[in-house]
């Protein structure tokens, strides 16, 4: 006779038994943030009512101040209205990582640019991929803004390890294959006494699904991430709806790489189920793009969204050669290439690590708006200016702000760049003309660095060169 007491589980219910607690570990941590997180709002909403002091410890203080940044950049419509509430969505689903790789060609940046070793530029941060390439033509100075503190903290992550590693080869492991066991340990071993201690708890806390941030480069740092995440569900609904995307980085030619995308991914795009898709605004925040921007998105196709993004993915898989578009690679591989001559991003490549190296310590990151940055400096104090496509989130009063404090701390030359949804610039007309008329842009030189952007995702790449320095 069996004693059921004293009877040891066999191995399902063993398995059954660590799989609830880990459920429940899980719970209980997402729980506790969200409980988190509404004890913050209620507090918040008392201290408005007059209710109770808000004296918030300093670590919410700091969170609050963030979010209050984010707002301001993106709510441009009132809470209830139903382009509101997108803005408050999208807000919402931006305060983790988005980027761990940022998406725009760095070649194209530093073409345009003309970098020089006297020059002291002003970047938006994100994912930090440029700020690191830029690292090649030796500036003098960068500083990289974010309001974002998971890209803060990437970024730091990476100017530290171009400091504190050994060699280039560490330094690829841990960032261009980005999933090694060992990525853990050479963290210890070479970054975590070396960073401050805002990145490092940033790194070695959890997420709020309970994964150590950390850890994320020992599984492939790059699926991970609101745009990593995207890809990776892209990925699955094509499978589920019978394509594969990775088939395409197996073409040897720019034929075959046409030949896959037609009979197998421009078909999705008549799916049901993908063009419902892509007509919500809210699909498409995993690529980090807000409903502003959304809607510039859509107008530059006359309102088609779905063709617009056909053709911009058409673009990335045809018109580059696999074997030198890195951004393919991720987009259809979720990685970078793992043989020695794989395109990888600048900053990655053999060829540039003493340089990325030696100039390492010349990047300040700040976690501040763009317009209060550039409000802290002084007349003609600036050279290059790299907005990314920020601007397509702006009104236009906030976009002449910006180009007022832009001309104003620009010297004689000085260059800026950016990138739009829609093909042409967004400054004409939007911003006034004596303002906009101290700066020179070449409409054919804009097409053809558009042309050649391998990121393929934008419809315009744009540069402006001032003039003169001044007031305005």
Not at 17 to 25: C, E, F, M, S, V
Not at 136 to 158: C, E, F, G, Q, Y
Not at 391 to 410: G, P
Request: charged share 30%.
């Amino acid at each position: 006779m069996v004693d059921l007491e004293t009877r040891k589980p066999g191995p399902r219910r063993e398995a059954l038994n660590r799989a609830g607690a880990a459920a429940k570990r899980l719970g209980g941590r997402i729980g506790s943030s969200l409980g988190d997180r509404l004890k913050e709002r209620r507090l918040q909403r008392e201290a408005a009512s007059g209710l109770v002091s808000l004296n918030l410890p300093l670590r919410d203080e700091a969170r609050r101040s963030r979010i209050d940044r984010m707002r301001k950049a993106v709510h441009q419509h009132g809470a209830l209205s139903k382009k509101g509430v997108l803005e408050r969505a999208f807000t919402f689903a931006f305060r983790g990582m988005v980027y761990a790789q940022i998406w725009e060609d760095p070649d194209i940046d530093l073409e345009a640019l003309a970098l020089t070793p006297e020059h002291d530029m002003v970047t938006i941060a994100s994912g930090g991929c440029n700020v690191m390439s830029y690292l090649i033509a030796s500036p003098n100075s960068i500083t990289a803004v974010d309001l974002n503190r998971a890209h803060i903290a990437l970024n730091k992550l990476k100017l530290t390890a171009a400091q504190t590693m050994p060699d280039w080869a560490t330094f690829y492991r841990f960032f261009g294959q980005a999933d090694s066991r060992v990525n853990p340990q050479i963290y210890k071993d070479f970054l975590r006494d070396n960073l401050d201690d805002e990145t490092r708890n940033y790194w070695e806390r959890r997420d709020p699904l309970g994964r150590r941030r950390i850890n994320f480069f020992a599984k492939n740092v790059y699926r991970f991430g609101l745009l990593g995440t995207f890809i990776g569900a892209g990925h699955k609904l094509a499978r589920l709806l019978g394509a594969d995307p990775r088939r395409l980085l197996e073409a040897k030619t720019l034929e075959e790489q046409r030949a896959i995308f037609e009979n197998e991914l421009a078909p999705l795009f008549e799916k049901r189920v993908v063009k419902w898709l892509v007509e919500q605004p809210m699909s498409l925040y995993g690529l980090g793009i807000p409903p502003a921007q959304y809607k510039a998105l859509a107008a530059s196709g006359g309102g088609d969204i779905r063709q617009v993004l056909l053709e911009r993915l058409e673009r990335l898989a045809c018109d580059f050669e696999i074997d030198d578009n890195y951004f393919a690679w991720q987009a259809f591989g979720r990685r970078y290439g793992t043989t020695k001559d794989a395109p990888v991003p600048p900053y990655l490549a053999e060829k540039n690590w003493d340089a990325v190296r030696a100039n390492a310590s010349k990047v300040s990151v700040q976690h501040i708006n763009l317009i209060d940055f550039l409000k802290s400096k002084p007349d003609a104090s600036l050279d290059r200016y790299v907005l990314l496509d920020a601007q397509d989130w702006m009104n236009d009063e906030i976009l002449t702000t910006l180009w007022r404090e832009i001309t104003r701390t620009a010297r004689a030359g000085s260059r800026v760049i950016f990138r739009t949804a829609a093909e042409e610039s967004l400054l004409p007309g939007r911003i006034p003309d004596d303002l906009l008329g101290r700066w020179d842009y070449d409409l054919e030189r804009c097409k053809d660095f558009t042309r050649r952007d391998r990121s393929s995702i934008y419809g315009g790449f744009h540069l402006y060169e001032l003039r003169n320095a001044g007031q305005t």
